[in-house]
């Protein structure tokens, strides 16, 4: 099946500060999606990103689907951003996740 | 409108015995999956219905099963429970057809 990985693994940030996360896969996909998990568990979709870019106050997602990579951005960082960061990507129906970014925003 | 609702939240069960998770979609989407969450496994797609139809299943034993009924609401069971069973069972529903999922909160089960 399709391989998926995202990095950085873990992302320790100050308040303020901006990041980009990167989803990369293995193979052509129909769909993206970029969830937040937060520490009580709830997933949260962001992003519905197969290809091109997309912006939602401070978070924006590009997907570009040619060369099988998805990159999250976050500006000005804020505590509540906390969480675990994951990708997931259907090809032919087959959905797989990553292993999530684990991201602490510190005060 | 209302989001997707799972019951129970949070379960102990014995090992060998089974347990059955409930999962209301939103109002209006026809598409219900199921997803196991655990440490070492990560997020992992058990199976999707649409319509009362299984349409896509991944790579778990034939212990994990589920169904949907006519107003979309779905169940997952599994049966003869093991230690490695315990995780976060999440449900999510969608209008189907690549359109974005929305998760529940999740039922959390340990099994002892």
């Known amino acids: 099946g399709i391989q998926v990985e995202q990095s950085p693994p873990d992302l320790i940030l100050q308040e303020g500060a901006n990041s980009t996360l990167r989803c990369n896969f293995s193979?052509?996909?129909?769909?993206l999606q970029w969830f937040h998990q937060n520490p009580w568990g709830q997933l949260i979709n962001l992003f519905y990103?197969?290809?091109g870019t997309k912006q939602n106050g401070r978070l924006s997602a590009t997907t570009v689907a040619t060369e099988r990579y998805s990159l999250l951005y976050i500006s000005s960082s804020q505590t509540t951003d906390s969480g675990v960061y994951f990708c997931?990507?259907?090809?032919?129906?087959?959905?797989?996740f990553g292993a999530g970014t684990r991201l602490t925003v510190k005060p | 409108k209302a989001g997707v609702t799972q019951t129970p939240r949070y379960l102990i069960k014995t090992r060998g015995q089974q347990v059955t998770l409930s999962c209301s979609p939103i109002?209006?989407?026809?598409?219900v999956s199921w997803y196991q969450q655990t440490p070492g496994q990560g997020l992992q797609f058990l199976f999707e219905y649409f319509s009362e139809t299984q349409r896509n299943k991944g790579n778990f034993p034939g212990r994990f099963s589920g169904r949907q009924f006519s107003n979309s609401r779905s169940e997952m069971n599994v049966s003869t429970l093991e230690l490695g069973d315990s995780a976060l069972y999440l449900c999510a529903s969608s209008l189907g057809n690549g359109n974005t999922i929305y998760f529940g909160e999740g039922s959390w089960l340990t099994v002892v």
């Open positions: 990103i197969p290809s």
């Open positions: 997931a990507v259907t090809n032919n129906n087959d959905m797989r």
């Open positions: 193979d052509s996909v129909n769909n």
């Open positions: 109002s209006g989407h026809r598409s």
